[in-house]
């Protein structure tokens, strides 16, 4: 469209200021102190959100370093404190738990989720079912999470009773919140592969399937990764889910399929209704563990598709 | 390896069709987990449901422990409206501001940092700006309250939605913290959509002497407004049942009142507050029960959000 030729607005970077036929007209006064007040409007939505975001992370980090860097190392070898009254020592029941949770969950959502995505983008397209699928993709991404903890529950935790509680189950819980993401994100980096690509490739006599793993995925892998890896980190940081179906244990459990596990998100949410400043402190801490896990995981993704997109 | 035409056929194609079966699964797992979700679910709800019947939904006091035990879950879906509407009032202004500050506004290295910072906020967990309005907004917030209250007082209707201040933990702080945690999700959609909006169109009207200002007005929002609606409808989806910032943050006291500053309690809050406790098979229906009310209340506003928004994108792309 615009693309070759300069658009207008770009040919003018102050704006429309010098469009002065406007002040011809004498009213030219009111409009541009109107188009002021609205710019200056604008930009005071970006402070607010700036200002927020600040707030939030700089107090995470002030509260929660004193507990973290005051108690290394115990606080990433220790258990957690059973009393909420005393101080701490650690948190390691709960790193574990966070992070073997979430590769449970990812390794059941990344594969269907991929495989629904190629589905919808190489075979369904347009169809009839395509569509409904697609639609119900959105209508499950939109599902509370709590929700998604509740069905577990009653679908997976009950008729197991008490041995139901572990970590598995809330795995389970937490793919159910990460398929739709998963779908969602991939069949938008599927469409970006050039279809010439797969016509090359079907012309060379390749199947659907090889040329859909030789071909397609391989080129929208950098997409597909930092697709997933936002899905991870949204799964990482959620509480919900998990209330119904992972117990509530205070010792490390590296097992996910046998006995009760517990994660960082629980944790800063079991401490956060404490009135104890020891539990409080601990809430922080977790919640400066979580954030921290995540920016980590964020910036390997960022590394890892650079990689990949540089090698391509 | 070297690919001759007779691969094409024989069993080379056995293990295509496998493929394709087996994607065609991976989509088909969303249909089976939405439909096991309202099965499982609402069987669970039964018990409730006969013993309450209807009056689950319009009767507003909630006392499991009591001896004769009542379940009414008014109160929680109040609850739940009311901090989703503050929530959307608050955080439609900010977002579409944010989006068409980085569509329209900001030089070109800017808009990058831009879109970071809006996804930064949507990476950080719900829990920790629970953690966060619980111990350090809410108490801050009581002052600035009372003034808010004090402003008020004595204008008819103001005066009782801006009411008693009681405690930091209120309806209006839920509220605020829903706001943050849509703002991203309004903004990035909101985004998407205004930035499908022709040059041509952005061109001709500052080209008719338009101010930047009359350009979005005249221009960008007629172009982008279904979908907007749609972005603002899954933001209000999604603080209808967000749980865990607004289950430390609203009180967990249920009570409905046109007072914004009285605390209250709401569906999600409610399930994920009181299920430790709730040992009796009824208490369990009824917060299930409550699940129900959410899954299907959350359903019907994404339902028609996606409509509007694949509709809206459709018309979107016939017009560039």
């Not at chain 1, 009839?128 to 959105?138: G, Q």
């Not at chain 1, 009135?275 to 995981?297: C, M």
């Not at chain 2, 943050?249 to 709401?266: E, R």
């Not at chain 2, 209340?297 to 509709?311: E, S, Y």
């Amino acid at each position: 469209m615009t693309t070759s030729t300069p658009s207008l607005s770009e040919l003018t970077p102050t704006g429309p200021r010098q469009v002065q036929v406007s002040d011809l007209a004498g009213v030219g006064g009111r409009r541009r102190a109107k188009n002021a007040v609205m710019t200056a409007l604008m930009g005071m939505s970006v402070a607010v959100i700036l200002v927020v975001l600040i707030l939030v992370l700089w107090t995470v980090v002030s509260k929660g370093w004193s507990i973290v860097v005051g108690m290394f190392p115990d606080w990433f070898t220790e258990d957690i404190q059973l009393s909420p009254r005393r101080p701490g020592p650690g948190m390691k029941a709960a790193i574990v738990g966070t992070i073997i949770t979430t590769a449970m969950a990812s390794a059941i959502a990344i594969p269907l989720g991929i495989a629904g995505a190629v589905y919808l983008n190489e075979y369904g397209k347009r169809g009839l079912f395509a569509r409904i699928l697609r639609f119900f993709t959105s209508v499950m991404a939109g599902v509370p999470s709590i929700v998604m903890g509740l069905f577990i529950y009653v679908f997976w935790v009950v008729p197991r009773g008490i041995d139901g509680l572990n970590g598995f189950s809330g795995a389970l819980a937490l793919a159910c919140l990460m398929l739709p993401i998963i779908v969602r994100s991939t069949e938008e980096m599927l469409k970006l592969v050039p279809q010439n690509l797969r016509d090359a490739s079907f012309a060379l006599g390749a199947t659907g399937s090889r040329t859909t793993l030789g071909i397609v995925i391989p080129n929208a892998s950098p997409g597909i990764i930092s697709g997933c890896l936002l899905a991870i980190a949204r799964a990482a940081g959620e509480t919900a889910p998990l209330i119904f179906t992972i117990g509530a244990a205070k010792q490390t459990n590296w097992n996910v399929f046998d006995g009760t596990n517990t994660s960082l998100s629980l944790q800063i949410y079991a401490n956060a209704k404490e009135s104890f400043a020891t539990a409080q402190e601990r809430a922080w801490g977790a919640a400066l563990t979580l954030i921290v896990l995540a920016v980590l995981f964020t910036a390997a993704a960022r590394i890892l598709s650079a990689r990949i997109s540089k090698q391509s | 390896m070297t690919l001759t035409l007779s691969d094409l056929r024989t069993k080379k194609q056995v293990g295509d069709r496998v493929f394709r079966y087996s994607t065609l699964v991976g989509g088909a797992v969303i249909l089976i987990v939405l439909a096991l979700i309202a099965y499982t679910i609402s069987s669970k709800s039964s018990l409730i449901f006969r013993t309450e019947g209807l009056d689950f939904f319009t009767e507003r006091r909630w006392a499991p422990s009591a001896d004769k035990p009542v379940f009414g879950a008014l109160s929680f879906i109040y609850g739940t409206a009311i901090t989703a509407l503050i929530a959307v009032l608050l955080a439609v202004p900010v977002s579409l501001g944010l989006a068409l500050f980085t569509t329209q506004v900001a030089p070109k290295w800017l808009k990058k940092p831009l879109v970071t910072l809006t996804d930064t906020v949507a990476v950080v967990p719900s829990v920790v700006f629970g953690l966060w309005g619980i111990i350090y907004l809410a108490p801050r917030l009581v002052g600035f309250f009372k003034n808010l209250s004090g402003w008020f007082d004595g204008i008819p209707v103001l005066s009782s939605i801006f009411g008693t201040v009681s405690a930091g933990r209120s309806f209006l702080t839920a509220g605020l913290i829903l706001a943050v945690m849509i703002t991203p999700i309004i903004t990035s959609l909101a985004r998407e959509v205004i930035e499908t909006c022709p040059q041509t169109d952005r061109d001709g009207a500052l080209a008719l002497g338009a101010t930047r200002w009359e350009m979005i007005t005249g221009a960008v929002m007629p172009h982008s407004v279904g979908g907007i609606v749609g972005a603002v409808m899954l933001g209000l989806g999604r603080a209808m049942g967000e749980t865990i910032a607004a289950a430390l943050v609203i009180g967990s006291s249920p009570t409905i009142t046109a007072n914004i500053f009285s605390s209250g309690d709401s569906l999600p809050s409610v399930i994920a507050f009181q299920w430790g406790e709730a040992t009796s098979d009824e208490k369990r229906s009824a917060l299930i029960a409550m699940g129900l009310t959410l899954f299907v209340l959350t359903l019907i506003v994404n339902f028609a959000a996606t409509a509007v928004v694949t509709r809206a994108m459709k018309r979107m792309q016939g017009a560039s």
